[in-house]
């Protein structure tokens, strides 16, 4: 039996705050998200972490914002570079949707630009058009003062 070469842990603890902040600030949906913002959605969401077994690295990260009861609302999913393709993402994913604490959720949301194939295969799929709405907040409530990404506008 070989030796697993990635772990995952829902545990807030083992979460590496440096490497998720940094990972979601250069994101394109969360490009110069402050460190406390991150920190907050992380103290007040279900998590899941992916870590490197040989060096406790942090190396994926998911998170499901939810009441517990009715919605939640899967974000933040993401796998550093060098350790993608090996399903990462998608065992974040199903652990997420397995965790016991949010058996009861009746609707489960997202929004992706590019890893539609991720979640495609757990059942998600685009909402009714015309039925779902969205309020955009200012990027100043959660952006590092001076970020500007020249290459596309900021989210938000």
Known sequence: MSTPIYELSTDHARMQIEVIHGFLSKSYWSYGIRREV???GIRH???IGAFDCSSAAQI????AITD???????CDVFVIDGHGGQGLAREMVAALIADPRI???RHWTLATRDAHGVYEPFGFNHVEAGRWL????PVSNW????YSK?????PG
């Open 134 to 137: 969205r309020l955009a907040c």
């Open 143 to 146: 952006q590092e003062p001076g």
């Open 68 to 74: 517990f009861g009715s919605f939640a609302y899967l």
């Open 150 to 154: 020249p290459d596309a506008p900021a």
């Open 103 to 105: 058996q009861t959720v």
């Open 38 to 40: 991150v920190e907050a």
């Open 60 to 63: 994926g990260f998911a998170r």
């Open 45 to 47: 969401s279900v998590v």
